[in-house]
Structure formats: structure tokens, C-alpha cells
């Protein structure tokens, strides 16, 4: 069974940092691309940013670009996304993704989700 596990979130203040970790289980090949979307109350899933299968291509979305950083450690089957200086309008349910193609910026593209971590950011 496919499953993906999101952990770090949590309450920080703005201009903080966050880390986010994803644990995937083992049927999550290490030849599937994963990434982070995110998604605010009443606004739709957001691409974040996501890293090839070999971790070694990053792309992200341009709200997040120079703040945010996303790795793959193929080995452990771990995926993390390092923020920093978050903002107020950070503050989402993030979501751990994995998908073999398709376009990586729409929500339909990706096979494999978690649950959720609940990231707020306050002023």
C-alpha cells in the first residue's frame, strides 16, 4: 500500500523557519518525482515546489522561490521542504505528493498524497 506521511508542522511567528518531513512507504518507488502542494481555507491545492526522482531538479512556485527549498533522500524514502522566512499567507494545510508524469504544477498530475500538516504563520 502506497502512503505518504507529512510531519513538522506547527504555530510559528512570521520571518520564522518551518521544516516539513514526508515519510514514503516502500511502495513509493524512488523513480517517482514528489512534491509539496498546499492548500488555504476556501482557495484551491497550490503547487509548491517538487524535486525529480534522482533529487538532483528542484522547481517551485514563484511565491515560494528563494525561501523555500525541497530534498529527496531516496534512501530513507524521505522528503523534506525547508522554510524560511514564512509569511502570513503561508499558512495552509501542506501536503506531501508523489507522481510519475504529467504536468507537476496541477494537483491531477500527481498519484500519491498524505494527509496533511497544518502550517500557520503568524504576524
Known amino acids: 500500500q502506497v502512503k505518504l506521511v507529512e510531519s513538522g508542522g506547527g504555530l510559528v511567528q512570521a520571518g520564522e523557519s518551518l521544516r516539513l518531513s514526508c515519510t514514503a512507504s516502500?511502495?513509493?518507488?524512488?523513480?517517482?518525482?514528489m512534491g509539496w502542494f498546499r492548500q488555504a481555507p476556501g482557495k484551491e491545492r497550490e503547487y509548491v515546489a517538487h524535486?525529480?526522482?534522482?533529487?538532483?531538479?528542484?522547481t517551485y512556485s514563484e511565491s515560494v522561490k528563494e525561501r523555500f527549498t525541497v530534498s529527496k533522500d531516496n534512501a530513507k524514502r524521505l522528503l523534506y521542504l525547508q522554510m524560511t522566512k514564512l509569511k502570513p499567507e503561508d499558512t495552509a494545510v501542506y501536503y506531501c505528493?508523489?507522481?510519475?508524469?504529467?504536468?507537476?504544477?496541477?494537483?491531477?498530475?500527481?498519484?500519491?498524497w498524505g494527509q496533511g500538516t497544518q502550517v500557520t504563520v503568524s504576524l
Open positions: 505528493s508523489a507522481y510519475l508524469s504529467g504536468d507537476p504544477s496541477t494537483p491531477s498530475s500527481w498519484d500519491y
Open positions: 516502500e511502495r513509493v518507488r524512488s523513480t517517482f518525482a
Open positions: 524535486v525529480s526522482w534522482s533529487g538532483q531538479s528542484a
